[in-house]
C-alpha cells in the first residue's frame, strides 16, 4: 500500500521557534508538495519539489523554507513561528513523466503556535 | 491563472438522498480533473478523476462528468450514507506538476 507519512500528528510550538515538519514517501516520487489548509480557504500551496534539492515556490510561501536532500523526503521549515501559522499542514507525492496522475497524501499535521 | 469554484457548504442532507456539489474551472489548457474526499481526522485521498472532455469518473457510488462547454465537473451520488459525512475538494492539473484545489465542501448526513 503507497504512503505517505507525516512525522507528527499534533505539534504545539511557540512563537519565536525554529519548527521542522517532515514528509517521507515510499513511492519513489519526483514530485512532493507541501499544502496548508484553513477553514474557508481550503488546500493553499506552499511549496513544492520537483527533484531533489530542487524546490519552487507556490501561492503563500513567506515564512517558510524547503528542504529536499533525499528524493523520499520533504521538509517544510517555519524559521520563526508566529501564531498566523497556526494550521493544518498536508503533504502530498506525485509521480512525474506520467500526465493525469493524482496526489497522494499524508495525514497531516495540526500545528498550533501559542 | 487556473482556478476551481466549488458550492459552499456546509451541506446537510438526510440518509438516502440525491447529492450534488458543484464544481466549475477555469483553466487555459486541457486540464485533469479530480475529486478528493477528507474524512475526520485524515489526509485527502482520491475519489475520482477524468482526463478528457466527457469522460466520466466514478467510485463508491460518486460520479462526475467532464463537461468542457460548461467547464463543469459537478459531483453526484443517487442515494447518500452517514458514512459519506467528508470534506469534498474539486482539483484540476494541467500538467504533471501542481494540483490546484477548490476551498472544498462539507457535508452531513444525518440518519
Known amino acids: 500500500d503507497v504512503k505517505v507519512t507525516q512525522s507528527s500528528r499534533y505539534l504545539v510550538k511557540r512563537t519565536g521557534e525554529k519548527v521542522f515538519l517532515e514528509c517521507v514517501q515510499d513511492?519513489?516520487?519526483?514530485?512532493m508538495f507541501w499544502y496548508r489548509q484553513d477553514p474557508g480557504l481550503g488546500l493553499r500551496l506552499i511549496y513544492f519539489?520537483?527533484?531533489?534539492?530542487?524546490?519552487e515556490k507556490g501561492d503563500i510561501p513567506e515564512g517558510y523554507s524547503v528542504s529536499r536532500e533525499k528524493k523520499e523526503r520533504f521538509s517544510l521549515i517555519l524559521e520563526s513561528a508566529s501564531t498566523n501559522q497556526t494550521s493544518m499542514y498536508l503533504c502530498?507525492?506525485?509521480?512525474?513523466?506520467?500526465?493525469?496522475?493524482?496526489?497522494?497524501f499524508g495525514q497531516g499535521t495540526r500545528l498550533t503556535v501559542v | 491563472g487556473d482556478s476551481v469554484t466549488q458550492m459552499e457548504g456546509p451541506v446537510t442532507l438526510s440518509e438516502e438522498a440525491f447529492l450534488t456539489i458543484n464544481c466549475t474551472y477555469t483553466a487555459t489548457g486541457y486540464p485533469s480533473l479530480f475529486w478528493y474526499v477528507q474524512y475526520p481526522g485524515e489526509g485527502l485521498q482520491l475519489l475520482l478523476k477524468?482526463?478528457?472532455?466527457?469522460d466520466k469518473g466514478s467510485n463508491k457510488g460518486f460520479e462526475a462528468t467532464y463537461r468542457k462547454e460548461t467547464t463543469s465537473f459537478h459531483l453526484e451520488k443517487g442515494s447518500v450514507q452517514v458514512s459519506d459525512s467528508a470534506v469534498y475538494f474539486c482539483a484540476l492539473s494541467e500538467g504533471q506538476d501542481k494540483i490546484i484545489f477548490g476551498k472544498g465542501t462539507r457535508l452531513h448526513i444525518l440518519p
Open positions: 502530498a507525492s506525485r509521480r512525474s513523466g506520467i500526465m493525469n496522475t493524482e496526489a497522494f
Open positions: 519539489s520537483y527533484d531533489v534539492k530542487m524546490k
Open positions: 477524468a482526463t478528457k472532455a466527457d
Open positions: 513511492m519513489d516520487h519526483e514530485n
